[in-house]
């Protein structure tokens, strides 16, 4: 294992792979990304939000960059143009990573 897992496994882990929850790149994901910080800066994002697509894809990954977008950035209006990557570093992304932030569920 080439990274510290701090994310509890789920039924889907894979050996060597970290969790989507404490995976700090989003790969393939520019359009999906943008679409979405672009509603929460105009303050439209909806209540709810489905991803679908195949397995592996980084659905949950976009999902868990998007809270701490959310989390770090609480006034839509002052929040950057694009999501930027979690710093591994951060308490925030620590707690969302170990199921611990009282406001990420998964």
């Known amino acids: 294992m080439i990274f510290e897992r701090i994310a509890p496994e789920q039924h889907d882990t894979l050996d060597g792979v970290p969790e989507p929850s404490e995976t700090p790149l989003?790969?393939?994901?520019?359009?999906?990304?943008?679409?979405l910080t672009?509603?929460?800066?105009?303050?439209?994002?909806?209540?709810?939000?489905?991803?679908?697509?195949?397995?592996g894809i980084g659905k949950a990954t976009?999902?868990?960059?998007?809270?701490?977008?959310?989390?770090?950035?609480?006034?839509?209006?002052?929040?950057?143009?694009?999501?930027a990557a979690p710093d591994p570093a951060s308490s925030l992304f620590r707690q969302i990573a170990t199921g611990a932030h009282p406001s990420v569920l998964h």
Do not use: N, T
């Open 38 to 55: 672009a509603a929460y800066r105009a303050g439209k994002l909806p209540h709810a939000l489905i991803f679908s697509g195949p397995v």
């Open 62 to 83: 976009l999902a868990f960059h998007l809270a701490h977008h959310l989390l770090k950035h609480p006034d839509f209006a002052k929040a950057p143009e694009s999501l």
């Open 26 to 35: 989003l790969v393939g994901h520019g359009q999906a990304a943008g679409v």
